[in-house]
């Protein structure tokens, strides 16, 4: 039988020595465990990246604006980051692509594509790669300045097998951390189908070469990707390079979870 002196109120009663005892014996090793097992969490902690996002910076750029196969504004001297591409791919405001609000502006400008213009728009760069938001929508066009030429294919087209990941560039690039894997599947997702353009990432050695994914006849493969976003995946298909990044023409249908 229970001695009366056994049973404990907390808000009734002060509490009994034998509980107290017990008390401490639990919490003392929680509070040391406590700083151990955050050292533990911040050393194995996956770093996130040095993308960069100029939230609320929005600056003017000029260059020669490409439509296809995706939209990039191909930026005048020294007006990239530091060590980052003078080949601007162009990303829209929100999870939707560019092409939509540039198209918008055709409408009352004619086509665009080839013709020196100014834009107004948030820089997003990372690794060596250099996008544009196009953050007040429409009104992100400022004026065209002038006709130019621009070379298209770059090089002889290539085969490609590679095991990597299909992500959406503005969050990894800058917008969001983590910007890839699992974590950010959903919102990759909503960017692809949204419009952005999709980009197959392959790691090897800490680096990282990036693919923008087109069809085999190089159109849109937005909507037929989106399963295989986040997830370690098997492609093959034809690449070269246009405007400064990666073109890699593929099947989804032959795309292969690993």
């Known amino acids: ?21 017990a008390l401490r014996r639990l919490l003392i090793p929680v509070f040391l465990l406590i700083p151990v097992l955050a050292f533990i969490l911040v050393f ?18 000029t ?10 504004l191909l930026l005048d001297a020294d ?20 092409l939509g609000f540039m198209q918008a502006v055709e ?44 070379g298209s294919l770059s090089g002889t087209p290539q085969v490609l097998e590679a095991a990597g990941e299909i992500l959406d560039p503005k969050c990894w690039f800058g917008v969001m951390k983590p910007g890839e894997g699992k974590v950010h599947k959903s919102c990759a997702i909503r960017c692809v189908s949204g419009g952005i353009p999709p980009v197959f990432r392959i790691k090897k050695d800490g680096k990282n070469t990036y693919y923008i994914l087109k069809g085999l006849e190089g159109q849109e493969i937005n909507q037929a990707v989106l399963p295989f976003i ?29």
């Open 79 to 98: 007006q990239a980051p530091a060590g980052h591409a003078s080949q601007a791919l162009l990303v829209g405001y929100g999870k939707n692509g560019a």
């Open 44 to 61: 194995f902690m996956k770093p996130f990246n040095d993308h960069q996002f100029e939230l609320g910076q929005i600056k003017e750029f």
């Open 230 to 258: 986040g997830e370690p995946v098997l492609v093959s298909g034809n690449t070269y390079t246009q405007h400064g990044w990666n073109i890699l023409q593929i099947d989804p249908q032959g795309i292969q979870y690993q």
């Open 1 to 21: 039988m229970m001695a009366k002196d056994e049973f404990y109120i907390g808000w009734n009663d002060p509490m009994p020595d034998r509980n107290k005892k």
């Open 63 to 72: 260059g020669i604006y490409q439509a296809s196969p995706f939209p990039a």
């Open 107 to 150: 409408k009352e400008q004619g086509p665009l594509s080839g013709k020196k213009i100014k834009i107004q728009g948030t820089l997003i760069f990372g690794d060596g790669k250099t996008l544009i938001e196009l953050t007040k929508k429409e009104q992100s066009f400022l004026e065209i300045l002038a006709d130019a030429s621009v």
